[in-house]
């Protein structure tokens, strides 16, 4: 059995097929799917989701690029709903920044303070967080380090920077999806063995992020056998076991 501990179910590309997208993936052994909250405007879409499905579970959260959309209080009204697992998905990207100086302190302010909120918000609430970093590590591992609490979570699409390997002594497990098969993955892959087999985990992100032999295509949940595959070559373990082993470590962090 695998776990798709990241993929965008709500996304409007699986609007007209979700359902056979979910029968896929459980042909191909994949069970049980958490989808990230992103934006507060495709939270309820989520919820319903998992309200249908009995497989699919759901976190509250704020992409940094939504941190504009962010409300406290709108996310405390799904919060302890029983397919709740995490908070997130929630974290710091200056990938896409603002040209002027004085425009990029303005955004990496409002996003360091969305991000810090929600990790309270996971403290306060016992729940694990979805954590996402891009082009941001030293500030992502200083906040988390600061704030965070013995939940932890994990760190989603994990991006090889290994001083996010401190976290994992914090109780964060790291994402593992799709990039991990591209030809252009070699930072990944040579990070990868220093990751605690006991801390690591599979995703998609679906429909984004399309492992290979499938690049260009929309990407979806039964897929995540591409990124098991990978996984067991490189751990040197059969992939059965490689399936076995992460989702015990989703079972344990997210408690489903």
Same mark, same amino acid.
């Given at each position: 059995m695998i776990i798709d501990t990241h993929c965008h179910l709500d996304d409007m590309r699986y609007n007209d097929d979700l359902d056979d997208v979910i029968h896929r993936a459980r042909q191909n052994g994949v069970e049980k799917f958490i989808i990230p909250g992103a934006? /507060?405007?495709?939270l309820e879409?989520?919820?319903?989701?998992? %309200?249908q499905h009995d497989s699919v579970y759901f976190a509250v959260g704020v992409h940094p690029y939504d941190a504009g959309h962010y409300n406290r209080s709108y996310l405390e009204k799904f919060v302890e709903h029983p397919k709740c697992v995490a908070i997130g998905e929630c974290g710091l990207?200056?990938?896409r920044l603002p040209e002027s100086e004085e425009e990029i302190t303005a955004e990496k302010?409002?996003?360091? %303070?969305v991000f810090i909120d929600q990790i309270l918000l996971a403290k306060e609430q016992k729940k694990p967080l979805i954590v996402h970093i891009r082009d941001a590590s030293a500030d992502s591992l200083e906040l988390l380090q600061k704030?965070?609490?013995e939940e932890g979570g994990v760190l989603h699409c994990y991006n090889a920077d290994e001083s996010l390997l401190k976290l994992a002594d914090r109780n964060f497990y790291y994402g593992i999806g799709g990039v991990l098969t591209f030809k252009n993955a070699r930072k990944l892959i040579n990070v990868y063995p220093k990751i605690p087999q006991e801390k690591?985990?599979?995703e998609t992100d679906a429909p984004y992020l399309t492992p290979h /032999?499938?690049?260009g295509e929309r990407n979806e949940p039964a897929y995540c056998t591409f990124v098991a595959e990978k996984m067991s070559e490189l751990s040197g373990m059969p992939c059965e076991k490689m399936e076995t082993l992460t989702t015990e470590n989703a079972v344990r962090l997210f408690g489903i």
């Open positions: 934006d /507060p405007q495709s879409r989520a919820v319903q989701i998992a %309200e990207d200056y990938f302010k409002r996003q360091k %303070e704030y965070a609490g690591l985990l599979i /032999p499938h690049r």
